[in-house]
């Protein structure tokens, strides 16, 4: 099978300041259909400037990345947004959401970018909201939510198209352990759907919910293999948060 | 389409969170749009009445004076619409308080025809019950101060008196006021004219033709002297009716198109401040927009239209508004040319303005969790010395505030200080009306009364002028039609006084003419003949030269400031003796109107007295506009303010936070907030105020010079106006910063951000 993603000795330096900054030095990764992939790495190793160029929301120096078997690293600016309305999910650790629209407003918009008649937006937003629990907080501002409920909602959201790649850089970063354990929950549940994931973490025990971890040091790959799973229980189960 | 659709859900909700400050906005361009449209019917109604008595009274645009009822179809010549009367007219002497003033007596039925028909302003219409009542044309009823019910004198050519009683006072626009336009108008019943008049041999016909072009008056009017050959008296169009009414003053133009720019300024200021603030405001949700995959442009789009339709909204608003008010408060028309260009320029102003944000905003990076950047700059000299000094806290924090955030400090300087600048500039406008009032002489209007002869001797003529007590100064003059050197038309030279005893003109350049031989010219001669004081011109009066040093310009609001002003000693004898008329200055708190009725009496009603037209008072309306657009641009002010305050709170929220920890009371926190507006405040509002001043007197001379009036003109408005106006920008500012600063020092401020 094709790879989902892939780039080829991708690079990034940022040249805004005095002098250039390599934050990413030559990355070969791929990525399978169905994989979740979990990125590791000291601060400042390159890990959030690697997935925002998978996504198109930094511009590479060198290099190229392949979406879904097409060089996608040649896109403009304006060619990028257009491919990810259906193949990109995004999720932050902040500001995942439109602060003054609705819940709602915030699952239906991706739908309706791409394309998606207002009524079956709107059936899909239902769902996935239902699927997480948000039903009753779907006419709610995202001010008005807990930090675990907007990490749930950035996922509906993220999730709206049944994006090739969900692109997460830190999701539980500013979450309480149970919220952590619903999110995580989460993500194990799209990924055992079928979903390919590539998620940002600190955490080692975060990270030990994925497939396979790529660790960067200094925008170098350093180390890249498969999780041994213990396959007893569920997610939320298997990683024991305190 | 797709995007169309999830673009509409986001300005939807977007406006939604901001319902107030898009009203604001809204409110903001009507008003100013609204407050333009009004100021440009008054001014266009105060100088050119004509439109709009034309256009109430369904007016005739040539008018005819036969000695018989016309015998052949004036009414089937081209491009006639309809025809008024024929009405038969007969001259009469009014007598009023002791003055006599020629009338001519309309014959009119009790019902109203449908084209020419005059616009009663006060009373009735005649009505055939009361024979003995008359309607007086408005601005002959002013002059003679008459009112409805007051008894009507009037004496026929055969010398028999009749007293009427005035039942109505109308509008028409079928010939120019009284006194510039004589004899004065009146309208009685046919039989009532009969009564007065039975001679038929000693009253004419009056007939008026409606046309369905205007412009084509001069034919009709060339095919009428053809069709009745000498049966006809005279005929005129509604260009003479027009150009009588007119008043003749470049001024005017010159303010009117310093409000336009105001006003479009003061819009583009109020888009540009809202869109742009709102813009900052919400880069991160931008940001968040394109992640999900709305591209640049898109974004660019969306706030272009967001804000745009805000904008047009508001123009569309103060349109219906503009023309509502005039139509229905003021009675007057909108002249339909400006109102599409103010809609227009206003349109087009909107769409520039909120551009540039836009275009901001599309280019934002797409990557959501941008870090903000921190604070520049640290504790400033300032602050610090403060802290030495042992000022509160919360000034010292404040201080410290106010500039260290640089985008929410620029925002409500310049905020402040545009609009500010404005308020002065139309202050400025203010002083300089307000200077054509109390000081006419400044504008040229020396002598508010000029008396031609007419039957008496020049000598007899100015014997009585200078006996009357409140004269002051009698200056004999003449006005001549020059030709100037390589000019096909001719220019005026207006001889008044003489060099030994010089009529004040207003020189504002060089010197006043001292000798024979010397002259002071308006700026719109000198740009004429491309001269400068100092030139040595050299005119044909009348086939004699006429060779003049310029040695002085003067404000000259008349003729385009194409006049050369010199004494009349320097003109030859055959043009200045005996003198044309005389000016008359009167000493200060004279009326000119008794000054002048009595001139009247003491000869005999054998001089002819004609009153100054001072420009200011058909303008006494511009001052509800003036106050009306500071009213807006003061709300542009505060609503920028809020702007920039909102910015400046949102980075501000978890500094707040932070303050609170460290142990601020509320009140200190509030106090922190308060003091680091207040001093953005007096310092937008110092900027703007010291901007306009240094501006005021300039564009308005500016305009002065273009439109040949010249400079000098302009007057700033007075120290303390200014200070006035200073004080209650700030008070009014400090009071509108208060509230959002009440507000987040109230607040339960969540220690990390969302
Ligand atoms: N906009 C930028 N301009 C200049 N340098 C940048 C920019 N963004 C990131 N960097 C630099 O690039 C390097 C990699 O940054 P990046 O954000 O990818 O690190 P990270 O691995 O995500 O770190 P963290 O775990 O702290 O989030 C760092 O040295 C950082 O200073
Ligand atoms: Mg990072």
Known sequence: ?242 | MSTALAGGRWIRADLRARKGQATLTVLAVAGIVAALITAVTLLEDGTNPWRNLSAQTDGAHVWLYTKDSPQVAVGEIDGVTDTAGPYRSAPVTVAQDGKKEPASLRAMSAARPLVAHPVVAEGRWLDSTQLDGVVVERSFASSLRLRVGAPFTIIALSGERHTLYVRGIADSAEQGFYPEWTPGLAWVLPTMLERIEPMLGRSEWVTGLRLADPDSAQLVSQRVVVMLEDQLQRVYTWREVRAAMELDNRLLGTLLALFGVVGLVAAALALANAAGGRVLGQLRDLATLKSLGFTGGQVALLLLVEHGALGLLGVGIGTLAGWGVAVAFLGVSVPPMPMLAIVAGTALVVLAAVGVPAWRGGRTPPIPDAPVAPPRGHLSRMARLALLVRLPPALVLGTRDAFTRRVPAFLTVFGLAVPMMMITIGLGVWSTLDGFLSHPEQVGQHASLYVKPGKLDPAEARRVAVEDPDVRAVYPGTDVNALAPGEARSVRVRALGTTGEPYPFPVVEGRMYGRPGEAVAGQGLLDLLGLKIGDRVRLTVGGSPLIVRIVGRTVEPDLDGEVLSVGLDSLAAKDSVPPEHYALALRPGADPGEVRARLLAESAESLEVQRVVNPADRLAVIRVVIVALIVVLALIGLANLLTASALGLRDHALDLAVLKAMGLTPRQVMATLVTGTGLLVVLGVAAGTAAGVSMVTGLIDLQGHTSGVGAGIGRAPSALTLTLAVLAAVGAALTVALIPARRAARAQVPVTAR
């Open chain 1, 1 to 242: 099978m094709n790879p989902v993603v892939k780039t080829v000795s991708l690079v990034k330096i940022y040249s805004g300041g005095a002098v250039p900054v390599p934050a990413v030095r030559g990355v070969d990764l791929q990525v399978e259909p169905g994989e979740f992939v979990a990125i590791m790495g000291p601060s400042g190793s390159g890990k959030s400037t690697l997935v925002h160029m998978l996504g198109g929301l930094d511009a590479r120096t060198s290099g190229e990345i392949w979406l879904d078997d097409q060089r996608v690293d040649t896109l403009s600016e304006s060619a990028w947004a257009l491919l990810r309305r259906k193949k990109i999910g995004f999720m932050f650790q902040f500001f995942n959401l439109v602060a003054n629209m609705t819940v709602a407003d915030n699952v239906e918009l991706p739908a309706l970018l791409a394309g998606v008649s207002p009524k079956d937006a709107r059936e899909r937003r239902e769902h996935l909201l239902g699927a997480l629990n948000l039903s009753e907080r779907a006419d709610a501002a995202p001010g008005q939510l807990s930090g675990g409920e907007q990490q749930r909602v950035a996922l509906a959201r993220a999730l709206a198209n049944q994006p090739s790649v969900l692109l997460t850089d830190e999701p539980t970063g500013n979450l309480d352990s149970r919220n952590t354990r619903d999110v995580l929950r989460l993500l194990s549940d799209v990924h055992k759907e079928g979903q390919t994931i590539i998620m940002v973490t600190h955490d080692a025990r975060v990270a030990s919910l994925a497939d396979r971890l790529v660790s960067l040091f200094d925008g170098e790959i350093v180390d890249d293999g498969r999780i041994a799973r213990r396959r007893t229980g569920t997610a939320g189960a298997v990683i024991d948060l305190r």
